[in-house]
């Protein structure tokens, strides 16, 4: 049913086209009625939220809404571009379909900024903390929200990430993070990161990014400041520049680790966080239950992270050639979800088959 979904793909230089598209797709729909009309948004491709998104459109389906069959359902990726994100945010939250789901705080904020006459009902998912959002949430009271905006957020602690990191090397003392102070979600990371790494006696050092495509500048400065890894954090902008960080550090023969399960052969360490396909298939069924006729204004802000297990990817491939004693300790082994072995084969927990690359 995935392939099934009708995918928008809309970069930077086809901001202008945005409205005509969309127009278009409308258009196509009017002559069924009956069917509701579901759009999706994500503000990059990176897998967190390709999972994510993967999980609300299952969780639709699971309540009975199909792409094709039971429901229009078109998924809109901004490409990591706010400008873009927020072009198809107007034109999403017009009138014209009867629900948005959103994955990403980039996305939430953009749907809800664009949406704030409620002329559309959304449904937010893939956020760590709505309520630094700027969206018109109140922490002491989850049901205190817009009618018309709800979702629920999935904060993983930066204290399981920093102490998973300190089993696998105990004199751990310095880590660097790049991370881009225009996102509340990864402003919220970094501040509990710091609050954690005082209290384990590590020194956290930053870098600050404004894209892309400054995140290895930032990093190549974190090098030389002689930071022992490198940590990303539920950042957008550097998550979409893995691999690029990956790459120097490797260079430097240091580690990276992260918050944001992904591809567990990219070359970090390790990998632990919620599993964000689970998060968005529970936000989907949320929207179906709306879409279904239960009253927004009498469901709170919830938490997936209450009810979505934890993920953790290990790579022992990755322990090659490094300067410093990293290693997987024994305790810790049995706890993963898919391990990488020395040899580059790839295990995963409960499947008897192994992959090799």
Known sequence: MWFAVKRLFLGSIMIAGASAMLLATDRTRSGIPGMPRIAVLQHASVPVLDDGVRGMI???????????????ITVYNAQGEIATANAIAREITDGRFDL?????????????????????????????????AGVGLDRANPLAHPRHLVGQGIFFPPSKVFGTARQMWPSLNTVGVAWDPAQANSRRFVEDARVVCKELGIELLEAQVENTAGVREAIDSLIGRGVQAVWVGGDITVSNAIDTVIAACRQARIVVFSQMPGDPERGTIFDIGFDYYQAGRACGELAADILHGADPAAIPIGEAGDFVANRLFLNRKALRG????????????????????????????????????
């Not at 980039?106 to 630094?132: C, E, W």
């Not at 300067?323 to 499947?351: F, N």
């Open 100 to 132: 948005v789901l959103t994955s990403s705080t980039p996305s939430l904020q953009a749907v809800a900024n664009a949406n704030k006459a409620g002329r559309t009902m959304h449904v937010f998912g893939i956020v760590a903390d709505p309520y630094v």
């Open 322 to 357: 490094l300067k410093d004693p990293w290693r997987v300790p024994d305790d810790l082994l049995p706890t993963a979800d898919v391990v990488v072995d020395e040899e580059g084969v790839l295990h995963q927990r409960g499947k008897d088959k192994t992959r090799e690359r």
């Open 58 to 72: 299952d969780g639709l389906s699971t309540k009975g809404y199909r792409d094709g069959e039971t429901a229009h």
